[in-house]
Structures are given as C-alpha cells and as structure tokens.
C-alpha cells in the first residue's frame, strides 16, 4: 500500500495563499530570494502575471510538498527469524516401542506411534528452535542434527521404525551423541528431550555419567517415561492384568534430569503425552514471539522528477510561443 512518511508537510501547503494576499511580504520575498538558475522566471512572474503561471507555480508547489512528506510503498509482511532454542530429541526406537498399550481415537497404536503423532506435532510449533534427532535402540544415531528445518525433522521421524537400531536401550550413548552434536555449536539455550520405555541396557557410556557430561555442558535434560502402567492380558489361564512398563528405570530417568536441572515426566498414554509436550512448551518457551516487517520503497523522486518536467515543458513552450 502507499503512504506517507511526514504528512505534517502538507501544514505549508496554505504558504503560496498567504504570500498572495500579502503583496508587500510577497514583494519582499522575491526581491530577497536570489535563485540564479531560476532569476529569469521570477522575472516572467514579475512581468506578466499569468494564469497560466500561477496554476504552474500551484503545481510545482504541490509536487514539492508530496516529495517532501516521502512518499513510500510498503510491501506485504514478512516474518524475521526469530531467536529460540537448540533442541535434540532423543527417541527410543527399541523392541520394546512396539507395544501396544497406547490409543489415538479410541484406536489401539504402538507406543512410538503415539510419540510420532505428538512429538510431530512438538517439532512443528517450535518456530525459531534448531530441532536435531537422535534415534536409538542398542546403538545411538544421528538421524538430523540441529537445523532450523522443521519439516525435514518430522519427516526423518516418521520414517523412524521399530528395531532399526536394535532391541536393546542405550540411554546413555543417546545423550553422550546429543552432548557431543550440541556443542559443537555456539553457545545458546540447550535442550535435550529424552523419551525411553525401559531402562539402559546396552551402551559404552553409563546414563548417570552422560548426565553430568551435559551437565558440564549447560545442556537440560527433560526425560519421559512412556508406557501404560497395567493392560489386560490373554493367557492360558484367562485374562488377567499386567504391566507392560515394568522394565522402565523411572528412578534412573529422575536422576539424570535433576542433575542436569531438568525434569522427568510420565506418560501412561497418548494425552499425558501430549500433556506433556505443552508443558515443555511453556517451560521452553521461545525467546522472543514472532516478528514481522514490512519492505519499504521510497518513492519521493517521482513528484520531483514531476516538478521539474513541468518547468522545463512550460518553457520550452513559452519559447516557441
């Protein structure tokens, strides 16, 4: 859209009435004003008072004034970057995640099913963070690291499947790899998400040990323990009720969090989980919200090209009158 700068300009627009209505400061005016380039037209002005001149002189006053009050076309928003976190996820993809004690829409699911919808959903509202991922199982690996491209990451996460790094749980390894991959940035606001169903059994480093790394590092830990606390189950001897979650080192997971000035959460199912991404959500909120400008193009030379053109047409055609 178009607009203008100073506006107020437009309080001299009255000046050329004033001078006219007052002869003797109009006199005064143009007998104090010495413009050397334009000596011969105030001389016309003098002489022959013409209509023509002075709906010319109006003219150029008004393009002046535009010119002076700056002109601009303001373009359409445009989002600035805005300053957040440096957050890894660290996603357990072991045997173990294929259980089925999880539900979306009444729909029985996988636990990392339910993890993809909602950390899916996590990893798209974290506008301004670099989001990396770590998948793990027996070994850790860096799937993406930390990049402000959002929707690759969630990509990288569906694609996450059961067993694709092994049947057992390197809890430890997953943060000395998100540890190792986070610092090799500048420092910033470090965040590491861990989510695990069961407790470290594989791995070089020791979970606890991990923790103080991080810690060393200024890197939070949040943890999550994901799994439903009791199902029914069909056996030989009918149904009757078990914990599939009966492997997760609950006090493991509360231990490296509160070394490294994090927090351990639970989630026995999909809305506890998604409970608990919102609340990560205020606990790391982004820096600042989101910010906008808008592209801004002066125009003021077009009424002053506009000016001049107007002169040098009105003397080209008094001269060949």
């Not at 690291?145 to 969630?154: G, N, Q, S």
């Not at 509360?254 to 999909?270: C, D, E, L, M, V």
């Not at 205020?282 to 002066?298: A, I, M, N, S, V």
Request: charged fraction near 20%; include cysteine.
């Amino acid at each position: 859209m178009y607009s203008l700068a100073w506006p107020w300009v437009f309080v001299l627009l009255p000046i050329p009435l004033l001078i006219y209505l007052l002869p003797r400061v109009k006199q005064s005016i143009l007998t104090a004003i010495e413009v050397p380039f334009l000596k011969h037209l105030v001389t016309s002005v003098q002489k022959h008072h013409s209509q023509n001149w002075r709906w010319l002189s109006l003219l150029c006053w008004l393009l002046m004034l535009l010119s002076a009050s700056r002109p601009q076309w303001i373009g359409d928003p445009i989002a600035l970057p805005v300053e957040g976190r440096d957050l890894m996820l660290a996603i357990d993809i072991s045997g173990s995640m294929e259980q089925k004690d999880m539900y979306i829409n009444n729909r029985a699911v996988d636990r990392l099913t339910a993890v993809k919808k909602v950390a899916g959903e996590f990893i798209n509202r974290r506008v301004g963070d670099r989001i990396g991922l770590i998948l793990f199982g027996e070994n850790a690996y860096l799937q993406a690291p930390l990049t402000f491209d959002r929707e690759t990451v969630t990509t990288l996460l569906y694609e996450a499947a059961i067993g694709l790094a092994g049947k057992s749980t390197a809890i430890g390894d997953s943060i000395g790899l998100a540890v190792k991959k986070i610092r090799e940035i500048e420092e910033g606001n470090r965040v590491l998400i861990v989510l695990t169903d069961g407790q470290n059994t594989a791995g070089a480093i020791e979970p606890l040990k991990a923790a103080e790394l991080a810690r060393e590092e200024q890197v939070k830990i949040y943890t999550i323990g994901v799994g439903a606390e009791s199902i029914i189950s069909n056996t030989l001897f009918g149904q009757r009720m078990i914990n599939p979650s009966a492997d997760l080192d609950e006090v493991t997971l509360t231990k490296i969090a509160k070394i490294t000035g994090g927090q351990y959460f639970r989630a026995r199912n999909s809305e506890e989980l998604e409970q608990i991404y919102q609340l990560l959500d205020e606990l790391e909120p982004l820096t600042k919200e989101e910010q906008f400008y808008r592209p801004t193009d002066e125009l003021f030379y077009w009424p002053l090209l506009g000016m001049w053109l107007s002169l040098v047409t009105f003397l080209w055609i008094r001269k060949v009158a």
